[in-house]
């Protein structure tokens, strides 16, 4: 009886949201079909036929229905189809088998998403405000920002200034002061420039086709790059698409699709790459990318040797220490660290009114970093400039010092360390080594003067002192990105272990981490994998599954590319690396090749997101890559026409996050970024309107998915009859925010601000518990119970569960020479030491995160960014990159301000705009990486680019031997005025034969 | 009346160009009929950001000073404008006519800040309008403001006698004083950018190893007569700041317990770095 009821009903409902809303009404008209429900053994039934809009329902059985939905039993349809649905018994179903859809994948996936439809059509989004315009709210990688909508059109893009009744702000008491962050998100340039980006001339608006490719003839691979290109229909573009990744599975078998993916590009929980992209990648199979711990490097394969933290990539913990560090300590050390241009990670300008605060308190500022970066010229404080890449030196000689002066906490080392003889007896000169490590020798390999490192281990050893080690505290950080950047980062770890770290005023931090928020509030991260239900390759399992039960995916494909790696993976067929494997210390050091064993080797190429020209290493590599006939095919999804979506075959225009449906926290990643909310003086939680339709005939990205998808079958399975909607709808309810706010007011307002965490319940401090020799305390999920030496929750993730100046993981692995357990010395493979290229080559390169892009996001396509005075320079009507070179090597080479130069070296050659300065010191230059542009003045991948794509000199050279780890700031190059050629340099020679062989 | 005012304190100003970015987001491809025509793409710096860095090699420090039109009470251009294209609103606020100021390049001359812009394209003289159009609509500050990262921008309304009387208190300062246009952008910290300083370090052999020299005093002193005075911190540095830029010579003594003092002559043309001062 309950079930003839409900399919009776089930047409009414249809029909009332067709007469009430024009959408709906339109939408029954997209289809004549039939679908019939109905209990499997043909007991209980009802069609409905759908004719030009009209809905005609029949009870029975229809003999050849185009859609078959049936049920197990009646029972089990009742429990299906009574609202409210619940996911988890459907989600049974379906796995059970127990409800089964038949008919054309496209025609099931139409009539589900129908049905979510008429739930969905009457809800209203957006705020109306004054001039006719309509508020939206949208979240970028530098947060979350209000969109103003008129004639759909996009008017402005603000920060989001709180209302009287949006959750409450934490205050915080020190030294007598309160403090308290005002009441709205900041934003970083790349988002509030947001609005140039979408209306760029360089947006992909229509799919095109290389015009001398032909899929079915010749498809002149060589020409990448150079070509031109012709606008094609949707339908022509995708049928290529498919019919290639058909192809390739017929032809060639399992391993032939290579998926490359850039991170950052968008923003949000449905569409982000971890979500949808991941998803369809996993249904059609291909081989991945085995990423390298990119931003981490140094810590990943470094720092946790010594303290653990391998589901942190090697980063400490991020709890409590704003309190600690303003009410206790007196000095913070920034070391290769510039949060006010890293922002931490994604955290916009959040941690910058704390660092004001510290110094309205008075706390002394040092900041060591070859460069005087944006933070130390902000903040003052002293600066200190080695070396690019001779850090580690700096600090042995800062050890050397505290050891032969006695200033360090003995109480601490014999307590909660392990052997510090043996470190002692290196940094002394009294092993085999036999080197002391005095502050002389480190002025000869840092340049800074060996009084200032002994007056600066003095003073550090005298007051409590705070260790910003990196834009985020611990990780990141250019010094971690080099040849010796496991080194320097491992050096951090034991730096802090003689100063007694978790003891009040003595921590990791630069204010960027550790506010006073609440973190028990659950929105899941974007690495909590969205719906894409991966619990291998995501954090979807440790909560998002649960509370948004889902089908879940996994990639049959068992075979993947080092990105690093991964133009020789393509020419010379092979290559090696080592994987991010976050569940143990030991995961690092398991070797990944490829190709993997009865897979094919990669031959066609699905670019998703943005340029690897720009950010990877060494990168006329890939240009020659993708002018090979090794990659048959090459697809870009991209928004934008830049870096190296103009050597595609195909481009698929796919829409920014303005213009489709998402939800998503700022700065929140979960997962291997656990709690990086940390970083906010707010949590702000925001629904991602779609403020304005998609621009020319470009698409979201979730729809492009699944256009190809419905072409291979398999479209309900990707979408589970969701529209992206429909996901917003299912990851609101299924995070803590009803608690806090209704679907209706979410839909209008569009964010939510969690209320501050009560004073009484605030996180401790992070390692206060270590140093106390407590249990852990504080509330992260790490590290795995098993990886507990001995009791449950005493001691850090290493064998002997305290910091390990001897680390027992490296002795046990005895397998990389570069990184042996105790944390010695070695100068950079490419450096002042490396003399004959450094005499072809005398200037070190450094090439840190670029300020006012975020990779390349930002930069280039027109956006405003781009007339930013510190950003490009605009010359004779082109925007040339910046390069910063002291006033001392500007006169020995005649070059003045905004000359055009030539950077070069055996790799390549880059045309910047000359910026000089002192804030460098001789011999050292400063170009920011990640240009979006790349233009080639010549043959690609052979000539001077002027785009500005400063890792065409960066070498490959793996950090050391036995990791997957890039060293962008071990490079050598000369500079000189450009002469207006094309040419990458005169002088002969090959970089790659005068440095060592790996 | 009360008026608007910008306050802009050069010590909190980073760089980080949002307040640029807002003004390009709120005028680039925006129409505001009555306010301003939209800005140019490209190449207008409505709000343009002058850096200064001072000293060499240690020892640098960088001021950033937004610029932007002064919105003058006795404004130039309004005097340069033909046929009211540039008028004074009550609120202080100054407003170059998208319409009438078609043609009047001599609007952009007669701005001694160079805040003026000519828009090729419409052959129009453009400034940045205080977000006039969204105040009016009950916006409670401009967007530069709005966006501002650090506080180093704030829009003040209050009648002309107590914005006097802050300017007073907080030693704010206006941009060329001497021009007479009575800019309603006020400046604090601006010595940060506009004066030099006369910095170094002081150093000894002790014991045969060299070393950083703290509480050394350091004396400045100008034809006899002293100018400043400072001790040296843990690294041996000492810095003296607010001194005129190209203001000639000075006598630097340097003076610790136990060591004999130092004199070192330095002639000032921009900030300077005198090195190492070894006892």
């Given at each position: 009886m309950k079930l003839s009821f409900i399919l009776f009903a089930l047409p009414w409902l249809l029909r009332m949201k067709a007469w009430r809303y024009k959408e709906f009404s339109k939408r029954l008209k997209e289809r004549?079909?039939?679908?019939?429900?109905?209990?499997?053994?043909?007991?209980?039934?009802?069609?409905?036929?759908?004719?030009?809009?009209?809905?005609?329902?029949?009870?029975?059985?229809?003999?050849?229905?185009?859609?078959?939905?049936?049920?197990?039993?009646?029972?089990?349809?009742?429990?299906?189809?009574?609202?409210?649905?619940?996911?988890?018994?459907?989600?049974?179903?379906?796995k059970n088998f127990n409800l089964i859809a038949k008919g054309p994948d496209e025609l099931v996936t139409w009539f589900s998403e129908t049905v979510m439809m008429s739930q969905t059509i009457g809800w209203e989004f957006g705020t109306s405000v004054e001039s006719g315009e309509t508020?939206?709210?949208?979240?970028?990688?530098?947060?979350?920002v209000f969109v103003y909508v008129k004639d759909g059109k996009i008017v402005r893009i603000t920060p989001i200034e709180f209302q009287a009744d949006d959750g409450e702000t934490w205050t915080v008491k020190a030294r007598g002061k309160e403090f308290s962050p005002p009441r709205k998100t900041t934003i970083s340039p790349h988002g509030l420039a947001s609005k140039s980006m979408v209306y760029s001339k360089d947006r992909n608006?229509?799919?095109?086709?290389?015009?001398?490719?032909?899929?079915?003839?010749?498809?002149?691979?060589?020409?990448?790059?150079?070509?031109?290109?012709?606008?094609?229909?949707?339908?022509?573009?995708?049928?290529?698409?498919?019919?290639?990744?058909?192809?390739?599975?017929?032809?060639?078998?399992?391993?032939?699709?290579?998926?490359?993916?850039?991170?950052?590009?968008?923003?949000?929980?449905?569409?982000?790459?971890?979500?949808?992209?991941?998803?369809?990648?996993?249904?059609?199979?291909?081989?991945?990318?085995?990423?390298?711990?990119?931003?981490?490097?140094?810590?990943y394969w470094g720092a946790m040797h010594h303290y653990g933290h391998s589901m942190r990539n090697g980063a400490a913990e991020i709890y409590g220490q704003v309190e600690d560090c303003l009410q206790e300590a007196e000095m913070i050390v920034y070391w290769s660290s510039d949060p006010e241009v890293t922002n931490g990670v994604y955290g916009s300008f959040e941690g910058t009114v704390r660092r004001q605060w510290a110094k309205e308190l008075g706390i002394e500022m040092v900041h060591i970093d070859p460069f005087l970066n944006e933070t130390a010229a902000f903040m003052g404080g002293k600066w200190l400039a080695p070396r690019p890449t001779t850090s580690p030196a700096l600090a042995q000689a800062l050890t050397y010092v505290w050891i032969k002066e006695d200033l360090y906490d003995k109480d601490y080392v014999e307590k909660r360390t392990t052997g510090f003889d043996k470190w002692s007896a290196y940094i002394m000169g009294k092993d085999e080594d036999g080197v002391s490590k005095t502050p002389e020798w480190a002025e000869a390999e840092t340049g800074v003067p060996a009084r200032e490192i002994r007056a600066l281990a003095r003073k550090w050893a005298s007051k409590k002192t705070y260790l910003s080690a990196g834009g985020m505290g611990t990780t990141l950080g250019g010094a971690c990105r080099s040849a010796t950047g496991a080194q320097w980062a491992r050096s951090m770890i034991c730096l802090m272990a003689m100063q007694g770290l978790g003891k009040p005023g003595i921590n990791f931090g630069g204010l960027q981490f550790g506010s006073p928020i609440d973190y028990n509030f659950y929105f899941p991260g974007y690495a909590e994998g969205g719906f894409n239900g991966d619990g291998q390759n995501s954090a979807n399992g440790v909560s998002l599954y649960q509370r948004m039960p889902h089908l879940i995916s996994m990639n049959p494909t068992q075979q993947s590319i080092p990105r690093l790696k991964l133009p020789e993976a393509i020419m010379e067929g092979k290559a090696e690396g080592y994987p991010i494997d976050i569940r143990s210390i030991e995961g690092q050091f398991f070797p990944v090749k490829y190709p993997s064993p009865g897979h094919s080797p990669a031959k066609m190429m699905y670019k998703y997101g943005s340029s690897y020209i720009g950010t990877q290493p060494d990168s006329n590599r890939y240009v020659k890559m993708y002018r090979t006939d090794d990659l048959e095919f090459v697809v870009s999804q991209s928004i934008w026409n830049e870096g190296e979506v103009k050597f595609a075959d195909v481009i698929l225009p796919a829409c920014t996050n303005f213009e489709r449906w998402d939800i998503g926290e700022w700065a929140n990643p979960g997962g291997y970024g656990h709690d990086w909310v940390g970083q906010l003086n707010h949590r702000v939680i925001g629904m991602q309107h779609k403020c304005i339709e998609p621009l020319g005939e470009s698409k979201p990205d979730y729809q492009i998915f699944q256009c190809i998808l419905t072409r291979l079958g398999h479209s309900a399975y990707f979408t589970q009859g969701h529209r992206e909607i429909d996901w917003v709808k299912r990851m609101f309810d299924a995070s803590d925010l009803p608690k806090g706010i209704s679907w209706k007011k979410f839909c209008t307002k569009g964010y939510y601000v969690v209320p501050a965490e009560k004073e009484a319940l605030r996180q401790p401090t992070s390692y206060k518990w270590f140093a106390d020799g407590e249990k852990k305390n504080v509330q992260e999920p790490h590290p795995l119970p098993g990886a507990y030496g001995e009791d449950f929750l005493e001691g850090l993730q290493t064998q002997s569960g305290k910091i390990e100046f001897e680390s027992q993981s490296l002795k046990r692995f005895a397998q990389d020479p570069e990184r042996p357990p105790l944390n010695k010395y070695i100068p950079s493979w490419e450096g002042i030491h490396t003399s004959d290229l450094f005499e072809k080559y005398p200037l070190q390169l450094v090439s840190p995160?670029?300020?006012?892009?975020?990779?390349?996001?930002?930069?280039?396509?027109?956006?405003?960014?781009?007339?930013?005075?510190?950003?490009?320079?605009?010359?004779?009507?082109?925007?040339?990159?910046?390069?910063?070179?002291?006033?001392?090597?500007?006169?020995?080479?005649?070059?003045?301000?905004?000359?055009?130069?030539?950077?070069?070296?055996?790799?390549?050659?880059?045309?910047?705009?000359?910026?000089?300065?002192?804030r460098l010191m001789p011999g050292v230059i400063h170009c920011r990486q990640a240009s979006a542009v790349y233009d080639p003045l010549g043959d690609p991948g052979k000539s001077a680019d002027r785009g500005g794509c400063v890792n065409l000199l960066t070498s490959k050279r793996m950090q050391t031997k036995k990791v997957h780890s890039a060293a962008y700031n071990s490079c050598l190059i000369e500079i000189e005025k450009w002469d207006g050629t094309d040419a990458i340099q005169s002088v002969k020679g090959s970089a790659e034969e005068l440095i060592p062989a790996e | 009346m009360k008026k608007w005012n910008l306050i802009v304190d050069v010590e909190k100003c980073h760089n980080s160009n949002n307040c640029f970015l807002s003004v390009a987001d709120e005028y680039m491809g925006n129409e505001h009929p009555g306010y301003s025509t939209a800005m140019p793409k490209h190449g207008h710096h409505w709000i343009n950001i002058l850096r200064n860095e001072r000293g060499q090699a240690p020892m640098v420090d960088v001021a950033y000073v937004p610029t932007m039109c002064n919105h003058c009470d006795d404004a130039p251009c309004i005097k340069a404008a033909e046929n009211d294209a540039v008028i004074k609103r009550p609120d202080g606020i100054v407003i170059i006519d998208p319409e009438k100021a078609v043609g009047q390049k001599q609007i952009v001359d007669a701005c001694p800040y160079g805040a003026v812009w000519w828009n090729e394209e419409k052959d129009l003289p453009q400034a940045w309008i205080f977000d006039a159009h969204l105040l009016d609509r009950g916006w409670k500050e401009p967007r530069p403001v709005q966006a501002c990262p650090t506080g180093a921008l704030k829009s003040v309304l209050i009648e002309d006698d107590s914005m006097q009387k802050r300017a007073e208190d907080e030693g704010l300062e206006v941009l060329h004083p001497e021009q007479g246009t009575k800019p309603r952008v006020y400046y604090k910290n601006l010595n940060l950018y506009s004066k030099c300083f006369i910095g170094g370090s002081v150093i000894a052999d002790i014991d045969g190893v060299e070393e950083c020299i703290e509480k050394a005093f350091v004396l400045l002193s100008k034809e006899g007569s002293k100018i400043g005075e400072t001790w040296s911190d843990a690294f041996g540095d000492f810095k003296i700041d607010d001194l005129e830029p190209g203001s000639g010579s000075y006598e630097v003594e340097i003076s610790h317990p136990d060591h004999s003092s130092k004199t070192v002559s330095v002639s000032l043309g921009e900030s300077t770095y005198i090195g190492t001062v070894k006892f």
């Open positions: 004549n079909i039939t679908v019939q429900m109905k209990v499997a053994d043909d007991s209980k039934g009802r069609f409905y036929t759908f004719k030009d809009g009209r809905i005609v329902s029949t009870n029975g059985m229809h003999p050849s229905p185009d859609v078959c939905i049936s049920f197990k039993s009646e029972a089990i349809a009742v429990a299906l189809l009574m609202p409210p649905i619940d996911y988890q018994v459907q989600i049974d179903a379906i508020r939206y709210v949208n979240n970028t990688n530098g947060g979350p608006l229509y799919p095109m086709k290389r015009v001398d490719f032909d899929p079915n003839g010749d498809r002149n691979c060589q020409n990448r790059g150079v070509s031109e290109y012709e606008r094609i229909s949707w339908d022509e573009a995708l049928d290529i698409v498919t019919s290639e990744i058909k192809r390739m599975n017929r032809q060639y078998g399992p391993g032939a699709i290579y998926a490359a993916r850039s991170s950052h590009h968008t923003w949000g929980n449905v569409g982000y790459y971890i979500s949808a992209y991941q998803k369809f990648i996993n249904i059609i199979g291909a081989t991945t990318t085995l990423l390298n711990p990119d931003s981490w490097e140094g810590w995160h670029a300020r006012y892009s975020f990779h390349t996001k930002g930069d280039g396509k027109d956006s405003s960014i781009n007339d930013i005075k510190d950003h490009r320079v605009n010359i004779d009507g082109y925007f040339y990159w910046l390069v910063r070179i002291s006033v001392t090597d500007a006169n020995v080479r005649e070059i003045k301000e905004n000359d055009l130069v030539k950077l070069y070296n055996d790799r390549g050659a880059v045309i910047c705009a000359a910026r000089l300065t002192e | -």
